[in-house]
């Protein structure tokens, strides 16, 4: 295009050679002198003014609001992380725990260990196989019938949201690696955008251990109860006794 805008520039000057008489080039060699002049004065000043002030702007960008240096030492000291660290600690989440033996326990092991929450669906019925099926009304004391349901209750449930836990954990181990890839490659000016992901990350977690938190609460509230129950029942069951043998002392008088 430059080239193709030169020729026609070239080409018109030409035509206004061929076209005005001799005593009219003096003139046309004044304006353009002029113009000539024009550009190299004060505009090429101009000029050479506005890219010293872009090559100092850069140059304090890249010196002091965003150090192109230590940008770099930042981003290989993240590589240098990953390279130690991130291999080792995927085989560390991925080490086998489970070790049950037996179809059904194995079963039940396999489902809380999947991390998945699609498995929940199922796991009702392998915890009842495993642990076997709550007794009939009538066939133990009220007391007892009530304390063997919520306490399998309470274990499904935990049961179930470890489950989601360790889910809900493995999408944020992503999501941690995902912002580590994006801190080693992020442009300057952007940290705080990276910043604000991780924030996220790190609140949405914090929520999930308070979640567990709450939860391990309300387990230990109900083994309160639960010795609670046994202390109640026990009480009642001394009273009973003492009712009885005062009953048979006073009837063999």
Request: hydrophobic share 45%; with cysteine; aromatic share 6%.
């Amino acid at each position: 295009m430059k080239a193709k805008a030169m020729s026609c520039g070239a080409s018109m000057l030409v035509i206004v050679l061929l076209l005005f008489p001799t005593g009219a080039y003096a003139q046309f060699g004044d304006i353009f002198s002029a113009i000539l002049s024009t550009i190299t004065g004060p505009i090429g000043g101009a000029l050479t003014d506005i890219n010293e002030i872009r090559n100092s702007i850069l140059k304090t960008e890249q010196q002091v609001l965003w150090p192109v240096s230590l940008i770099t030492q930042a981003q290989n000291y993240i590589s240098t992380i990953k390279a130690s660290y991130r291999a080792w600690m995927n085989q560390v989440y991925r080490l086998p725990v489970n070790s049950a033996n037996l179809q059904m326990p194995k079963s039940l092991e396999s489902a809380f260990l999947s991390g998945q929450i699609g498995q929940i669906g199922s796991f009702g019925q392998k915890y009842t196989s495993t642990y076997g099926v709550q007794p009939a009304s009538g066939a133990a004391p009220q007391l007892n019938l009530q304390m063997m349901d919520i306490e399998d209750a309470v274990a499904k449930d935990a049961t179930v949201q470890s489950m989601a836990a360790d889910q809900a954990t493995a999408m944020m181990l992503q999501a941690a690696q995902r912002i580590e890839d994006e801190a080693q490659t992020t442009a300057p000016g952007t940290a705080d955008m990276v910043a604000a992901e991780a924030r996220t990350a790190e609140l949405a977690s914090l929520a999930m251990q308070h979640k567990l938190l709450a939860y391990q609460l309300r387990e230990a509230a109900i083994e309160l109860g639960h010795r609670g129950s046994i202390l109640k029942q026990s009480t009642t069951n001394t009273q009973n006794l003492n009712r009885q043998m005062l009953n048979h002392l006073g009837g063999a008088q």
